[in-house]
């Protein structure tokens, strides 16, 4: 191989991967998430694959704005906190349907990060990532003291019988985990898509050298702010989803700088930019907070913080292209 | 649901915000130094100063030294620390893209406080009865005597920084080496040791901020995140690299923290801070004083 592409795979690798990788390993992957529920029955183990699925899926969208397109944003919780808050709102001060109230939320959540996106997207590399965090506190502290929407109280949504058209399903469970394996299938098909359309090259143009895209005439605050429409509207089908799984929210639930932390650290240790590395890492990282959860006992003693924590520094520094980057180099030798 | 405070209150709520500032500006100053030295953003910024208060508290705790006297063991401590963070991290990633410079620190800070919190708990402590301490009357306001003292010996620190990045051999190899790398390295300047120096000064400034905290606010593993808060939006709104800046935002974001707290509610004073800095941005990307 003469030119060995850095970090995002050129069309000269992808023939060969979509014969050995491309399609049998997504094939047995997909069989064996359609299978799990049958297979594994105790409501832990559903749950931390609940769990997996959502923030892989979160992880996911992030990475189509700050992997694809380079912009870092460090306030995402905005997002799941519009997703989960529209539709528990609906539901408990109008008695709408969560399924409307996911719609609402996604184009709430796509509303904002246009409003939110446009004044932004004119800062540049650490400052977005700086102003991102702002808009973030802003509305953590709003949430907090807005009493219509539960204040710090937060939100108890009512509890009904499982059925489809309630999106409850408290006693059987495994309808949420296909909803949001659903959901996480979606998001790596678009995900997939872009990488391969123009907007994908736009967004990578942009990512590698703002001016140069431009200077060719890629419309660069278009074409960003399509990523983060895109990325919004997936986070914040996410955050209704955590809604009517946990039927219990307040803003340190669903707004909290954490969040938005923990999603971009899922991506970038499993490989920012790249089409599995959110996966990867939402596979590796949620299943080992888990543990050291059970291990440790609660959040008290911050085991999983201690791990996530060194691990972005050691990945950042040594492995920049995450836990994907390191096998697609193993496998290169 | 605007309610006028009276003018005394006012007075002395400006008064309280611009003490305060300095002390921000103190922490800020050391985060635009290092960005003008190598433009890397060290979002582990607040631990650093989680940990400057830390060390005060335990020398407080453990040997009964006083914060005050532990000032200059607390910047040592940093100084050490904020050199091998360079040496350690740093140094690998400076030619890395965006993505890989944020997360090296960011990982960093999560890093510490989780740490802070496995060793010492999430515990509020305090140092319970440092020598300096209540308030005093200042020409009928009412001022904390610690706060009134930190924000001087900030100023002092301030001044010492300025000095020593002005009239100093080593702080104008420094600003040379912040102005042109290569050109400095071509002139003799030893640029390496030059960054390991700004990384040990910029950590310093929230050692010895951290020392003077220590002594009228709780200590605790997160008790940096709010000030790295303040701190970016200070450096941003200052001018990124501006030391200068650093001091004028700092003092004009401890007033509005206090006045918007006044006027709206306390519950969004921060909510004010935030939004200037976004409105001051968005019309000048570079801040008040930067010059790019």
């Keep these: 191989m003469a030119l060995p592409p850095a970090t995002t795979p050129g069309p000269a690798a992808a023939p060969r991967l979509r014969l050995s990788w491309g399609a049998v390993v997504p094939g047995l992957l997909l069989l064996a998430a359609l299978a799990f529920p049958v297979l594994f029955r105790l409501p832990y183990h559903r749950d931390v694959v609940i769990k997996l699925y959502l923030y892989a899926m979160l992880a996911q969208a992030w990475n189509i704005l700050a992997g694809y397109c380079g912009q870092v944003s460090l306030g995402h919780a905005v997002f799941f906190g519009t997703g989960a808050y529209a539709s528990s709102v609906l539901q408990t001060a109008w008695g709408g349907n969560p399924w409307v109230g996911l719609a609402v939320g996604v184009v709430i959540a796509v509303a904002l990060s246009q409003v939110i996106g446009y004044p932004c997207f004119r800062l540049r590399g650490h400052y977005f990532a700086i102003a991102t965090i702002a808009v973030g506190e802003i509305v953590h502290t709003l949430a907090i003291n807005w009493e219509f929407i539960g204040g710090a109280r937060g939100l108890t949504l009512p509890i009904r019988p499982d059925a489809l058209a309630d999106f409850q399903f408290a006693t059987a469970k495994y309808p949420y985990y296909y909803i949001i394996l659903s959901l996480l299938i979606l998001c790596l098909l678009v995900s997939w898509r872009i990488e391969r359309t123009r907007l994908g090259y736009y967004l990578r143009a942009i990512k590698e050298d703002a001016d140069a895209a431009q200077s060719v005439g890629v419309p660069i605050t278009k074409y960003k702010l399509i990523a983060m429409a895109v990325s919004a509207a997936f986070v914040a089908a996410g955050g209704t989803f955590y809604a009517q799984y946990v039927l219990y929210i307040d803003p340190d639930s669903v707004l909290p700088l954490n969040l938005s932390i923990l999603i971009c650290v899922l991506a970038v240790i499993g490989g920012v930019g790249t089409l599995w590395g959110p996966l990867v890492g939402a596979a590796v990282l949620i299943p080992l907070s888990e543990f050291t959860r059970v291990k440790f006992g609660g959040t008290g003693s911050a085991v999983d913080l201690l791990v996530y924590g060194a691990l972005l520094t050691l990945v950042a520094v040594f492995q920049p292209t995450g836990l994907v980057g390191l096998v697609q180099r193993l496998r290169r030798r | ?292």
């Design chain 2, 1 to 292: 649901m605007l309610s006028l405070p009276s003018a005394e209150v006012l007075v002395q709520g400006v008064l309280n915000g611009v003490l305060m500032g300095c002390i921000y500006a103190l922490i800020a100053a050391g985060l635009s130094l290092i960005f003008g030295l190598m433009e890397i953003v060290n979002f582990a910024h607040g631990e650093f100063l989680m940990l400057g208060m830390y060390t005060a508290f335990w020398m407080y705790t453990l040997f009964a030294l006083d914060p005050l006297l532990s000032v200059p063991i607390c910047g040592a401590t940093l100084f050490g620390l904020g050199w091998l963070t360079h040496k350690g991290i740093i140094r690998r990633i400076l030619g890395a893209p965006m993505l890989a410079q944020i997360f090296a620190t960011f990982g960093l800070g999560i890093f510490l406080r989780a740490l802070a919190q496995f060793l010492w708990t999430p515990d509020f402590r305090q140092v319970s009865n440092p020598w300096i301490q209540g308030p005093v009357r200042i020409l009928g306001i009412s001022v904390g005597l610690p706060q009134l003292v930190s924000s001087l010996a900030s100023l002092l620190a301030f001044g010492f920084l300025y000095w020593f990045i002005t009239r100093t051999e080593t702080g104008a190899a420094l600003e040379a080496t912040a102005e042109d790398r290569q050109a400095a390295a071509l002139m003799g300047i030893d640029t390496e040791r030059m960054f390991s120096l700004g990384w040990g000064i910029g950590s310093a400034c929230v050692g010895v901020a951290g020392a003077f905290l220590a002594m009228f606010f709780y200590v605790f593993p997160y008790v940096g995140s709010l000030f790295a808060l303040l701190a970016y939006v200070i450096v941003a709104l200052g001018g990124f690299g501006s030391v200068q800046g650093s001091l004028a935002a700092g003092i004009i974001v401890g007033v509005i923290e206090v006045v918007g707290g006044l006027l709206i509610a306390p519950a969004f004073k921060y909510v004010a801070v935030f939004l200037l800095y976004l409105i001051v941005v968005l019309i000048r990307p570079q801040g008040l004083f930067g010059k790019f």
